[in-house]
């Protein structure tokens, strides 16, 4: 999990940078914003891919060109945490099929450029102006309704299969291939907040009722030395 950069110099950045110096990569993303809001997380599919929250104002969280609330995705958790063998689950989740219709986060977070489903979510709630105002909101659920009239103009709903591999100590949601030890650090960053932090270190109910089934959990998956919380 890599994090190079404090919120201040992405801050510092985006406020003082002209757009045309920052370009974005071949996924109109620019991995400089796993400083900002996702990190880049290890998959043993597809080497690192940025996993996590992409704006203050919703619980929806990314892994890679997946999309799901993460109030729904702590629910899955719960009922993972329930099973006693090796799980063979399908959930439903937002895929974004092309790249250029995920958007430009960086451009997004600078007020500058507006593309794809994350810059439509930006003109509806901006990146804060102040930097005291960069913490993940708790009631970022209520926003929902929302979030979804925008990402239903840009994605399709699909049932992802969710596998695991008791063997293997591996966790497959979709296309993505995650170790034990990587998830665990999926499961750690979603209750952190992600880098901005909760706001007032206030939780979700939702996150706090996974963590509690994830520390109770005899599931193999959730069984090992302890996450980092």
């Not at 092309?98 to 593309?115: E, H, Q, W, Y």
């Not at 665990?184 to 706090?208: F, L, T």
Request: charged share 25%.
């Amino acid at each position: 999990m890599s994090n190079l950069y404090s919120f201040m110099e992405v801050f510092n950045f985006v406020n003082k940078t002209p757009y045309n110096l920052v370009q974005p990569n071949s996924l109109n993303i620019i991995w400089f914003y796993d400083a900002c809001m996702p990190i880049a997380f290890k998959t043993m599919s597809h080497g690192e891919i940025p996993v996590g929250f992409f704006n203050i104002d919703t619980d929806m969280i990314l892994i890679h060109n997946y999309f799901v609330f993460a109030s729904d995705f702590c629910e899955w958790i719960i009922d993972w945490t329930k099973s006693k063998k090796d799980l063979n689950d399908e959930r439903e989740m937002y895929v974004i099929k092309n790249p250029k219709d995920i958007g430009d986060l960086m451009g997004a977070i600078s007020g500058r450029v507006f593309t794809g489903f994350i810059g439509e979510v930006y003109k509806k709630y901006p990146f804060p102006d102040k930097p005291e105002g960069f913490r993940q909101k708790p009631e970022g659920f209520k926003t929902r309704k929302n979030i979804e009239k925008v990402i239903d103009g840009f994605a399709v709903s699909e049932s992802i299969k969710i596998t695991t591999s008791k063997k293997g100590k591996t966790i497959a949601i979709g296309d993505y291939v995650f170790s034990r030890e990587h998830f665990h650090e999926v499961i750690s960053y979603i209750w952190r907040g992600g880098m901005p932090k909760w706001k007032d270190n206030e939780r979700p109910e939702y996150v706090k009722e996974m963590m509690k089934a994830v520390i109770t959990s005899q599931h193999w998956l959730f069984r090992s030395k302890a996450m980092e919380i």
